[in-house]
């Protein structure tokens, strides 16, 4: 057996995974690299482990007994659990529990075996950023040595890209963040459903008409008025889809790269994944799902008849000019059999990507051992931004424009609070806006209907946010019949759910800042006075935590609370506060000359050179207040009783 050769393997994600078992899969490479004949069975070598790291020194020339099995019939061979030899560990077993790497810290690094001679072998880990000087000095040291390394492109490879499923809650952009990094990449695009197949992910013979001549029973070709006559026939074809469409897609950019250059990036997008039966759908094609850590497929999988015509037609002509470095990694030619249809391979350059709702998952629950071969990127529910700026979107209602961000961070609120579920909440794209506007049309069909339906169908609300005064705010009570007799949404029920949330709003002014009004209709002042409740308002300065008594009204608290705060510190951030009564800020710099004469119950109260008005809802000065705090950066907190 030659020595004096050494291997270099980037890690896989299970071979760092402790929910995959303890099995350490070798790929055919591996075989050509121990010279292990076919016939052969289990087989067993040890490694010596070589420490590249100060850390590591206690465990220098441990004993590591790589057992392997038999070949498989994907041509690799698995190496067992436990090492039969007392003192030995199994590979898997010493990365983890020995070495203590993770799949999360230490997933681009890297380990190699060097076979010194036909009865040494040693082990080496190689964190990432040691790899190059690792291969520097075995050339150096070893000029005759036979190196099996990464590639730079290899090793640039990031794995966690290569299948990845993001998921959340619906309507928080998954879509939107996939459309937007594939921008001006090559993508092709499906979605699953259940009634999807292998043959509609795939690809399958289907019927097709085409257009041939009529002839006559001696076979000649009917003329008529100098054309030939032609009938429609019903023809067989094998029709490519998006998988096939995608696979050959990337071979192609393949063959339009030179040597040594990167393919062109493939994307196979499949929209909620989850809801058809993923173990169905993929068929066979799961094994090509595991990639080894050059990005291509560990195991690839011969083709159908049917698929190995269809590729082979595909595929024509074309050559690869890289083929040399890919029949390496496999050691052995795996091209020719790719370019000829009898086998699948993923290549490096075939990204697929998927999306999820979490509220989905009970359609067709996905197995761990699929789950095992896809990264997961969970996007959480935050507000809509473009370019780091908000979106804004808005609820019309009534002619006013509710916040719609903020109705989304209130509802899952409330969704938390009934249902301690976050799969039921809202993202900030569940509504489509149209120029920044959700109409309350739209409100009703698709929020309201989802959580009616979805939601809170079968529980007891306890909540005021669904009463209308005295009775249940159902879902039939958001609609009416009108004149013409046409269902139309009741937009007052809307604004009233809406301001049982506490969403504020404002009149819809058109551009002008001077007919800015009201946020929200407030309650006359004699009735602010006579709402009386205990409020505790902590706001976290060294040795002040406020607390304030069951005698103090709303508004009381929220002075006491600008006092804390610093009025100084306040008067340099009104400006930016947005809420206004009557037209005038709620705190203000400017005296306020036509407040107090109004029948809307306003006045104003003076506090140093802040003029601050009076009568609003105590849910306004709170959210004041959490503006302020987000101004200045306090760390303030409110609770009401």
């Known amino acids: 057996m030659a020595s004096n050769k050494l291997k270099v393997q980037a890690f896989r994600a299970n071979d760092l995974d402790e929910s995959t078992g303890k099995q350490f899969e070798l790929g055919s490479s591996w075989c050509e690299f121990f010279e292990i004949d076919d016939s052969v069975g289990d087989i067993s070598f040890t490694l010596s482990f070589k420490p590249l790291i100060k850390a590591h020194e206690t465990l220098k020339d441990r004993q590591i007994e790589l057992k392997l099995s038999g070949l498989t019939p994907r041509r ?86 290569q299948q990845v499923i993001y998921f959340g809650a619906p309507g928080t952009g998954k879509s939107f963040e996939i459309n937007r990094i594939t921008k001006n990449k090559q993508v092709i695009r499906t979605t699953f459903h259940p009634d999807s197949d292998y043959s509609t992910f795939v690809g399958a013979y289907k019927p097709t008409s085409i257009e041939i001549p009529v002839r006559d029973v001696t076979g000649k070709v009917i003329v008529e008025n100098g054309k030939q006559v032609t009938e429609n026939r019903i023809v067989y074809e094998f029709v490519e889809q998006a998988f096939l469409q995608a696979y050959i897609k990337a071979w192609n950019a393949y063959a339009e790269a030179t040597e040594g250059e990167k393919a062109e990036e493939q994307y196979l997008v499949i929209e909620e994944i989850n809801r058809g039966n993923c173990a169905q759908i993929f068929g066979d094609l799961f094994q090509l799902l595991d990639r080894n850590g050059y990005g291509f497929s560990e195991y690839p999988i011969s083709a159908d008849k049917d698929m190995k015509k269809q590729l082979a037609k595909a595929f024509k002509g074309m050559a690869i000019a890289d083929a040399e470095r890919i029949n390496q990694i496999y050691g052995k030619d795996i091209v020719s059999k790719v370019l000829s249809g009898e086998i699948l391979l993923l290549p490096d350059n075939l990204f697929i990507w998927a999306t999820m709702n979490t509220s989905d998952q009970s359609l067709f629950p996905i197995d761990s051992a699929f789950k095992r071969r896809w990264d997961w990127k969970y996007i959480p529910i935050c507000e809509g931004k473009e370019n780091g700026v908000s979106l804004g979107w808005k609820i019309k209602v009534n002619g006013k424009l509710f916040d719609w961000w903020q109705f989304v961070e209130k509802i899952n609120a409330e ?71 046409k269902t139309v949404v009741k937009e007052d029920k809307v604004e009233v759910f809406l301001q049982n949330l506490g969403v504020v709003y404002d009149l819809e002014t058109g551009n002008s800042d001077d007919n800015k009004q009201d946020l929200e209709e407030e309650a006359t002042d004699e009735t602010a006075k006579s709402q009386r409740r205990e409020t505790i308002i902590s706001i976290q300065l060294p040795g002040n935590p406020l607390i304030l008594s069951s005698d103090s009204t709303q508004f009381d608290a929220f002075v006491k609370a600008l006092r804390i705060i610093g009025i100084e510190k306040i008067k340099s951030i009104s400006s930016t506060l947005k809420y206004k009564r009557l037209g005038y800020p709620v705190i203000s710099t400017q005296k306020y000359d036509g407040i107090v004469n109004n029948d809307k119950g306003y006045s104003y109260y003076q506090e140093g050179d802040l003029y601050i008005v009076k009568g609003c809802k105590s849910y306004t000065y709170i959210r004041i207040l959490e503006d302020i705090d987000k101004l200045l950066n306090i760390g303030l907190s409110v609770e009401t009783k």
């Open 76 to 161: 690799d061979r698995k190496a067992y659990a436990n090492g039969s030899n007392s003192g030995h560990s199994a590979i898997k077993e010493f990365f983890l529990n020995e070495l203590k790497l993770t799949l999360k810290d230490n997933s681009s690094d890297y380990f190699a075996i060097y076979k010194a001679s036909e009865f040494d072998f040693y082990l080496y880990y190689i964190p990432k950023l040691l790899h190059d000087n690792f291969i520097k000095l075995f050339e150096s040291i070893a000029p005759n040595v036979t190196i099996h390394k990464l590639s730079e492109n290899e090793r640039n490879y990031n794995k966690n890209l």
């Open 415 to 485: 969704i938390n609070e009934l249902t301690k579920s976050e799969d039921k909440k809202l993202g900030y794209f569940f509504c489509k806006a149209q120029d920044g506007i959700i109409t309350a049309e739209t409100f009703v069909s698709k929020v309201v209907f989802y959580l009616w339906n979805d939601v809170f169908k079968d529980m007891a609300f306890g909540s005021d946010i669904f009463m209308d005064g005295e009775n249940e705010l159902t879902f039939n009570s958001f609609y009416a019949m009108s004149s013409n007799e």
